[in-house]
């Protein structure tokens, strides 16, 4: 969700500053939490159905270690239609590749395609972004930017179901890599209570994470997984709709 990380990412730095509450924990995740699963998603804004997502979540192992395989692939009418892959380490959750293509559908808009494709390599963030306006013409930027070992990608929408360390009232502060910005920015989660949520897949016991403008409720119990998303606004929201194995293995 491009919105939902630049949000963050515009935004990381202000949260830091005015997070309430207990001292502030570092960000630990923990992608044995999360399982393979395929869930789908119906946006709302202002009450008004808008669009929809899918995400999936695959298990790799080969001879270099073991992977987590998310893809994403949502629309949002009239704005935007986007495909995402993002890989990481499911030990220890360093960010391995990132790929996304984001095809912007408002008449209104200069640029009509935004894509990146990355990858880590002995602690750099190396590959490419392009882009490519109403008129035809692409911009090509190479990337080679190093990567703090602490650092994630910045989808906090992937990062919040293996979140293992959060609990009601707790500040999580960690750093996240915007991959269409080329920069490091805080990325902070307040911990709300916990209460259960109603979505058109059924009703969860949730720990609502809330950052920046965006808040997510996040299930506490296997498989971990995101129900529901808003805007502290209430102008968007996202709910699951519903789940199912996996589709396909992934390359």
């Known amino acids: 969700m ?15 500053q005015s997070t ?13 939490l999360v399982a393979p699963i395929r869930d789908s998603f119906v946006f709302h804004v ?9 995400w999936q979540y695959e298990l790799r192992s080969d001879e270099m270690g073991q992977e987590v395989l998310y893809t994403a692939t949502s629309e949002l009418r009239p704005v935007e239609a986007e495909s995402l892959r993002i890989v990481v380490n499911r030990l220890t959750g360093a960010p391995v590749a990132s790929y996304q293509r984001l095809d912007f559908i408002a008449p209104g808009s200069d640029t009509v395609q935004l894509e990146h494709t990355l990858d880590v390599r002995r602690g750099a963030v190396t590959g490419r972004r392009r882009a490519r306006t109403r008129s035809g013409e692409v911009r090509m930027t190479t990337v080679n930017t190093p ?58 016991d949730v720990l609502p994470l809330k950052a920046a403008g965006f808040r997510l409720f996040v299930t506490r119990t296997a498989p971990r997984r995101v129900v529901k998303g808003e805007t502290l606004d209430g102008v968007f929201d996202f709910e699951l709709a519903g789940s199912g194995p996996p589709a396909r293995p992934g390359p």
């Open 2 to 16: 491009r919105w939902l990380s630049f949000l963050l990412l515009a935004n990381g730095t202000a949260a830091a």
């Open 20 to 32: 309430p509450g207990r001292a502030a924990k570092p960000l630990r995740f923990d992608f044995t």
């Open 46 to 54: 202002r009450g008004e159905e808008r669009g929809w997502a899918v």
């Open 147 to 204: 990567l703090p070992a602490d650092a994630v990608w910045s989808n906090y929408a992937f990062f919040a179901a293996p979140l293992a360390n959060a609990a009601p009232g707790d500040s999580l502060v960690g750093r996240a890599y915007g991959e269409f910005v080329d920069s490091l920015r805080p990325l902070v989660v307040v911990a709300e209570t916990s209460r259960s949520v109603t979505v058109p897949a059924g009703r969860y």
